[in-house]
């Protein structure tokens, strides 16, 4: 009895590794729209009117990121758009991982009692040691994102530094969508003088 029980115990263990793990086959899905990843949230029942929610977004830019003069492109107040751009770092996944800085293009409209928030244009640029690379880098240094996703989403095989990598990314950019819509809404609700 003695033996078939340490019997048992040696070759438990052995059967618990025999048993293969289930591989994570789902891929990390970023919304497409017209073959280029964009994220889009519409933001409504606000109960204000275009221009205030045009000035509280103008505000959030200039709060959100360091230099509102570089972030803000164009500024159109009678149709309530504003596009820019902005970019944080993160780094790499993995042992080895290097720090990159994700460059992406913002567009806002605001409508009366709604606004709608777009990222888009993800390009990714690398940063030397060092870490010295200004956000304003030449075209020549940034990379397009779209271009990695679409190898990663073709590939047969599911390696999972790639999908931790665009984990990461899509965690990051909805969580820069989330700020702006409790941001805005905090704006709003804070403009009362």
């Known amino acids: 009895m003695k033996k078939s029980i340490l019997t048992l115990l040696v070759l438990l263990p052995l059967f618990t590794l025999a048993q293969k793990k289930q591989k994570d086959t789902s891929k ?3 919304p497409i729209i017209n073959g ?3 994220y889009e949230k519409i933001t409504d029942s606000l109960n204000r009117q275009k221009d205030e929610l045009y000035e509280a977004s103008i ?7 360091e230099d509102s003069k570089d972030v803000i492109r164009i500024k159109n107040k009678e149709t309530g758009e504003i596009v820019g751009s902005g970019n944080f770092i993160y780094t790499e996944p993995g042992l080895l991982g290097s720090a990159q800085r994700m460059s ?3 567009e806002i409209k605001a409508k009366d009692n ?3 928030f777009r990222i888009y244009q993800l390009r990714y640029s690398i940063l030397g040691s060092s ?7 030449p075209d020549s240094d940034y990379f397009p994102f779209d ?3 679409i190898k990663y989403i073709n590939e047969k095989e599911y390696p999972t530094f790639n999908k931790k990598l665009f984990v990461l ?4 950019i909805k969580a820069i969508m989330d700020n702006y819509s409790s941001g805005l809404k905090l704006l709003i609700k804070n403009d009362d003088f």
């Open 28 to 30: 990390v899905k970023m």
């Open 36 to 38: 280029v990843i964009t």
């Open 59 to 65: 505000k959030w830019l200039a709060n959100a990121f």
């Open 104 to 106: 992406f293009m913002i």
């Open 114 to 116: 709604k606004v709608r």
């Open 131 to 137: 870490g010295y690379k200004t956000a304003s880098s």
């Open 147 to 149: 271009k990695e996703y």
């Open 169 to 172: 990314i899509d965690q990051k």
